[in-house]
């Protein structure tokens, strides 16, 4: 399975950005898509995900701002970003695996990350 991310760039606080993300490959079974991020310095933590593209979970930290969206059949899922705070900077990472998790390592593959930054 190969994840395909785009989108993300720079923006001040307020605005809005959208990353998008496409599996492909042997995806029968891939039933969760979340989003992770990295902020420099760091640990990676978890964002959102989609769950067979019914159920949707999101971090305390985004929620209200950020919303998943995507189509379960075709493997895609977007994460619309609004009321972006500098503390939402980071590289965003779109995964896909089998079991639903908020939990990184349980994501079996990941894509190639994409650069939000949010400044003034």
């Known amino acids: 399975v190969q994840l395909q991310a785009s989108g993300g760039g720079s923006v001040q606080p307020g605005g809005s950005l959208n990353v998008s993300c496409a599996a492909s490959?042997?995806?029968?079974?891939?039933?969760?898509m979340g989003w992770f991020r990295q902020a420099p310095g760091k640990e990676r933590e978890f964002v959102g995900r989609?769950?067979?593209?019914?159920?949707?979970d999101y971090a305390d930290s985004v929620k209200g701002r950020f919303t998943i969206s995507g189509d379960y059949a075709k493997k895609t899922v977007y994460l619309q970003m609004n009321s972006l705070k500098p503390e939402d900077t980071g590289v965003y990472y779109c995964?896909?695996?089998?079991?639903?998790?908020?939990?990184?390592?349980?994501?079996?593959?990941w894509g190639q990350g994409t650069e939000v930054t949010v400044s003034s």
């Open positions: 989609n769950w067979r593209g019914e159920i949707l």
């Open positions: 490959g042997r995806t029968f079974g891939v039933d969760v």
């Open positions: 995964a896909a695996g089998t079991i639903n998790s908020r939990s990184s390592s349980l994501y079996q593959y």
